[in-house]
């Protein structure tokens, strides 16, 4: 029986040697297996001696970040894969918790041009050195940019060279974009949003048809102030510039305004109209982000209302701050558009330095219609049709009026069974048109189609005092 006794006392000892070992074996494993003894190799000192620098990053930051963060490590030699960490979202408490190196990089799917994509890192961590810079490491995650490094200074230098990085690789630059509210930032918070890319149709200038004088003025005023800018601020003149298109509905200001985007191929255009107004001020941070720029905001009698007439002024006060605080330097081009320009606050739209110009769109005189029949009769046959009449009867239409007039006697011509190739028109097809447009479509549909001049909008002179 003591036999017996000092046998299982000796079982007992060796098992929980055993145990210990294993413990001593999982723990030593564990650490190694850990994320820190690679980032203390890495940075050449234990992490809690190095420095952390922690930038939160915005919504729409997080796909220039990736890029940079990716081509700093194509530059790094014997570069380490990016390390997955899960769901931390901050790098010390994941360096604190000694997180595993095995956890599986997941990605999130972000646009990078109207029909590209990239997939971006959810929360990796980078080991870099490229030339130039000492080891560092940087986590990105949903929320931030942490970068750790031996000493501040040289995690100011890593954090500096990854934010150049990322402004050189920006894919929103000379792009076409719209803003979106992105969740709610706190009161003292950078503010957050989305960007989108927008497929804004290519107009030529030859589909512009205004008087020669009036076009000359828009495009010295955009364009020409975009080809001279640098011989302007040499001089030391101001390239911020707004300027105001008003007149009736339908004379072409929106198309005049696609023209212009697709004519500045170096300017980021980001647009304003609907539910978009209302992110003036964000819009403004990322065209001073992305300038040049060219704010566009349709329909701007919609926030700048005079403050005689509106009981709230949150919005026209946005825009006339922000179109102040971009600066004298600034390269930023607001182009604003309205057909009811006496609603207009006057501290807005009469005062230098807000809108420096305003130019007036007219209905189209004779030559400008007679020019107009002959953009839109492309793919018909009007060789039966006395076009003089016509051109007397749509005096005081405008463009929008006399597209659809033309597709309205198309729609005439179809239903009375003509099928010739191109469609043949006549004067019967025309005069049912007119009849069915301002006859049956009333005042709405007149003043919609511009039809008649918009007493608010027609006059030349905006009728504002000078202040």
């Not at 009698?301 to 330097?329: N, P, W, Y």
Request: glycine content about 8%; charged content about 25%.
């Amino acid at each position: 029986m003591p036999l017996l006794a000092v046998d299982f006392a000796t079982v007992g000892a060796a098992v929980a040697l055993a145990l210990l070992g294993l413990i001593t074996a999982g723990v030593v494993v564990s650490y190694f297996s850990g994320v820190v003894p690679t980032v203390n190799r890495h940075l050449g000192r234990p992490w809690n001696r190095a420095t952390v620098l922690t930038r939160p990053v915005l919504n729409w930051e997080r796909v220039n970040l990736f890029l940079a963060l990716e081509a700093l490590r194509a530059e790094t030699p014997d570069a380490r894969p990016v390390i997955g960490l899960g769901y931390f979202n901050e790098l010390t408490p994941a360096l604190s918790a000694n997180a595993s190196r095995n956890t599986p990089l997941e990605f999130t799917v972000r646009p990078t041009s109207l029909l590209g994509t990239t997939k971006v890192v959810a929360a990796g961590l980078y080991l870099l050195r490229p030339p130039g810079l000492p080891p560092f490491g940087a986590m990105l995650s949903r929320t931030a940019l942490d970068v750790i490094a031996p000493t501040a200074e040289e995690a100011q230098r890593a954090l500096d060279r990854v934010l150049a990085e990322a402004r050189a690789r920006n894919v929103f630059r000379g792009q076409v974009l719209v803003v979106e509210q992105a969740g709610f930032a706190g009161p003292n918070a950078e503010p957050d949003f989305q960007i989108h890319f927008h497929d804004l149709p290519k107009v030529g200038r030859e589909q512009i048809i205004l008087p020669d004088e009036v076009l000359k003025v828009v495009e010295r005023n955009v364009i020409g102030l975009l080809t001279h800018a640098e011989t302007l601020r040499k001089a030391g003149r101001s390239t911020r510039h707004g300027v105001l298109f008003h007149g009736p509905p339908g004379v072409g200001k929106t198309l005049v305004t696609k023209y212009l985007a697709r004519a500045c191929p170096d300017y980021t255009v980001i647009l304003l109209t609907g539910r978009q107004l209302k992110l003036v001020r964000e819009s403004c941070v990322l065209a001073r982000l992305l300038q040049p720029a060219l704010v566009v905001i349709e329909d701007v009698d919609l926030i700048a209302v005079d403050r005689e007439q509106s009981l709230d002024t949150t919005l026209l006060h946005d825009l006339m701050d922000e179109m102040d605080g971009l600066g004298t330097k600034a390269n930023v081009i607001f182009l604003l558009t309205t057909n009811r320009p006496r609603m207009l606050e006057k501290a807005l739209a009469a005062r230098p330095g807000r809108v420096d110009q305003a130019v007036y769109f007219p209905l189209p005189d004779r030559d400008c219609r007679r020019r107009l029949f002959e953009h839109f009769t492309r793919g018909l046959d009007l060789s039966g049709v006395d076009a003089d009449p016509l051109l007397d009867r749509t005096e005081g239409a405008s463009p929008a009026f006399i597209e659809e007039l033309f597709r309205k006697a198309a729609l005439m011509a179809a239903e009375r069974g003509e099928r010739t190739d191109p469609l043949k028109l006549t004067t019967a097809d025309f005069e049912a048109a007119v009849r069915e447009l301002v006859e049956f479509g009333g005042a709405l549909t007149q003043h919609l189609l511009g039809y008649r001049n918009d007493p608010d909008a027609g006059s030349r002179g905006m009728g504002f005092d000078p202040g």
